[in-house]
């Protein structure tokens, strides 16, 4: 038996050990980081009152998720959060795909939409206000306005990215521009769109708590900042967590849709 065939099988053993390795550094640094938080909350040296103990957080945690009344928050929150995705990833992939197309309107575009995406979103909720008004919808819009440009940015990148014999060869066959759209460029541009997705939910999430915070009389922020004004600051750690989790859920399934693309490449 040649080195090579021998050390062959070995390989799978190796990744499976480097899987189980990472982790366990995972779940090592994360109970470390519960056992330093429950210490400092415990001794007060950090923070004082302003930073509980870990244990008070997961029962005020236990608490929220047992009551009926954090369920009707939750529902406004991701009915806000939905509504600003569609509304955000929409257009997005619209403009995207014209500014990819027309590379001279794309190269003149860029400078505003590259300002306009590294601008904070919550400068644009004066104006949201004024076009919405102030109930749900203000908050629908930020979270739009929040997604939009990371799938704009993704969605034009990829369009310039796409081989120019594709394209040709959707010309040769005297596709329409709308079925130029449906088979040629959205096929090749599966990676990009999701991507910007995934970068756009996360950013969708952040526009909607802010608004939440600023200006809500329900949802996940508006929560967090009630409890902040009553200095029940255990209930608001509470409700910073699970909005960690379940932004940590919907990245790791937006995640496997930009893996199932890059499988279908």
């Not at 366990?24 to 509980?52: C, K, M, N, S, Y």
Request: aromatic fraction near 8%; charged fraction near 10%.
């Amino acid at each position: 038996m040649s080195r090579a065939a021998a050390i062959a099988p070995r390989a799978p053993a190796v990744k499976g050990t480097a899987v189980h390795g990472t982790g366990a550094i995972r779940l090592a640094t994360l109970v470390g980081f519960a056992i330093l938080w429950e210490i400092l909350g415990q001794t007060g040296l950090v923070f004082g009152e302003a930073l509980p103990p870990m244990s008070a957080v997961a029962l005020a945690a236990a608490r929220e998720i047992a009551s009926a009344a954090f369920y009707t928050h939750l529902g406004v929150t991701a009915g806000e959060v939905a509504g600003g995705f569609v509304f955000g990833v929409l257009p997005g992939v619209a403009v995207g795909l014209l500014f990819g197309a027309r590379r001279v309107l794309g190269a003149a575009a860029d400078p505003y939409i590259a300002a306009l995406a590294t601008t904070p979103k919550i400068v644009f909720l004066p104006i949201v206000m004024l076009l919405v008004g102030i109930g749900p919808g203000s908050k629908v819009a930020l979270g739009a306005v929040s997604a939009f440009f990371p799938v704009v940015i993704a969605t034009a990148a990829g369009m310039r990215a796409i081989p120019p014999v594709f394209v040709r060869v959707g010309r040769a066959f005297n596709l329409a521009p709308a079925q130029m759209v449906r088979m040629v460029y959205l096929p090749a541009l599966a990676l990009p769109i999701v991507t910007g997705m995934r970068l756009g939910l996360g950013v969708c999430i952040i526009g909607v708590l802010l608004g939440e915070l600023k200006l809500a009389k329900a949802g996940l922020g508006f929560l967090a900042g009630d409890y902040y004004n009553q200095y029940s600051f255990p209930a608001l750690y509470a409700i910073v967590a699970i909005v960690f989790v379940l932004a940590a859920l919907a990245n790791a399934a937006m995640s496997r849709l930009v893996r199932r693309a890059e499988a279908h490449r």
